[in-house]
């Protein structure tokens, strides 16, 4: 069952990769743009055909992809050249390759909930013989936790994920009766409690929505944002230095951990379900990280392009675009350093284990 699931998640990251892409077709066609190669995959062709002014290609690596539109990073005197758009248009382009993945995410994440028997809400229902924090001036039950230290909550597992980020002392707001009711400066600790092996914080959430198709497409898109959340999470340990480049994982290390996570699965029902949620995350994770502002991801696109049209604006003179070309073609090559660094890491902690 190993080699299925690595090859379902090698299928999966292929198919990340090319609705990205598709996103900035459409949208580069759809602006009257010149494309001149649509490709998945990279590396030696295996299938290859030209199409009025496109060549479609599929291509034997199924980790990359391109889209290449005609004066993407220079100038070009041709009037459909991606350089002779107006800005709106270069806009909207660059950001449908996130938006694809960002949608692909959420539509995977709507069909697994449209199975679903019920949802959890993050709705106090009981709590605990002993617990302190019920009170008139504390938490009652019927409470819905509405935020955190200011931090939204979206679903009943964020509660005790951001009491465990904190430090005992929190603002929480529940909605109460139909009001927003504030908890400030609010302590709460993990307590002993008879017949319980490990320290609870003595509220209970055993309530259920019912899967009607509006609470589907509310729980599918606040787990969508959640996700979304967990990469911004991330990037901010990253940045602070909580977690190093060493933690980061590429291509291959991907689709390892989506052929494990099948693979840890009590059923195949599981593993499938386990594997897609997995890969709706990777969905938002790769729209999210496309658009940070560096050089050669689409977010650096989005950045030098702003910046030049308010240059542009204020001089009156057109800037010459082969220099954010110099500077994406720079960044490019570090990226490919990065993945590269990060794809050997992948595979020697693959062997290793």
């Not at 709507?110 to 617990?131: D, N, Q, S």
């Not at 939204?152 to 529940?174: A, H, I, Q, T």
Request: aromatic share 12%; net charge negative.
């Amino acid at each position: 069952m190993t080699v299925l699931y690595v090859i379902l998640a090698i299928l999966f990251f292929g198919l990340l990769v090319g609705i990205h892409e598709l996103g900035h077709f459409t949208a580069a066609k759809a602006c009257g743009v010149r494309v001149e190669a649509f490709a998945i995959g990279m590396g030696p062709a295996i299938f290859k055909k030209k199409k009025g002014e496109t060549e479609y290609s599929l291509r034997v690596i199924p980790f990359g992809g391109y889209c290449a539109m005609t004066g993407e990073d220079g100038e070009s005197e041709d009037a459909r050249a991606f350089v002779n758009q107006s800005v709106w248009k270069r806009l909207l382009i660059l950001f449908a390759g996130a938006f694809m993945n960002f949608l692909l995410g959420f539509v995977i994440v709507l069909i697994l909930f449209a199975g679903a028997e019920g949802f959890r809400p993050p709705v106090i229902t009981e709590f605990m013989e002993g617990c302190p924090y019920e009170s008139a001036e504390g938490l009652q039950a019927g409470d819905r936790v509405w935020s955190i230290d200011g931090r939204r909550v979206l679903e009943y597992g964020d509660v005790s994920d951001f009491l465990n980020r904190g430090d005992g002392v929190y603002d929480v707001v529940v909605i109460r009766g139909g009001q927003r009711v504030r908890l400030t400066d609010f302590r709460l600790e993990r307590l002993e409690y008879p017949g319980y092996a490990q320290p609870m914080y003595g509220f209970i959430f055993d309530g259920y929505d019912e899967p009607s198709l509006p609470n589907v497409l509310r729980y599918s898109w606040a787990t969508t944002r959640q996700f979304v959340r967990m990469v911004w999470m991330a990037l901010g340990e990253l940045v602070h230095g909580r977690v190093g480049v060493q933690d980061l994982a590429g291509p291959v290390g991907i689709v390892d951990m989506m052929a494990e996570t099948g693979e840890q699965a009590a059923s195949t029902a599981d593993a499938l379900f386990n594997i897609f949620y997995f890969g709706a995350f990777i969905a938002v994770n790769l729209a999210v990280m496309n658009l940070l502002p560096i050089p050669a991801l689409d977010g650096g696109r989005v950045f030098f392009l702003l910046v030049t049209a308010l240059i542009e604006a204020v001089t009156r003179k057109k800037v010459n675009p082969k220099y954010e070309g110099y500077i994406h073609g720079a960044g490019m090559v570090l990226l490919l350093g990065l993945m590269a660094y990060v794809m050997l890491h992948d595979i020697i902690r693959i062997v290793g284990q």
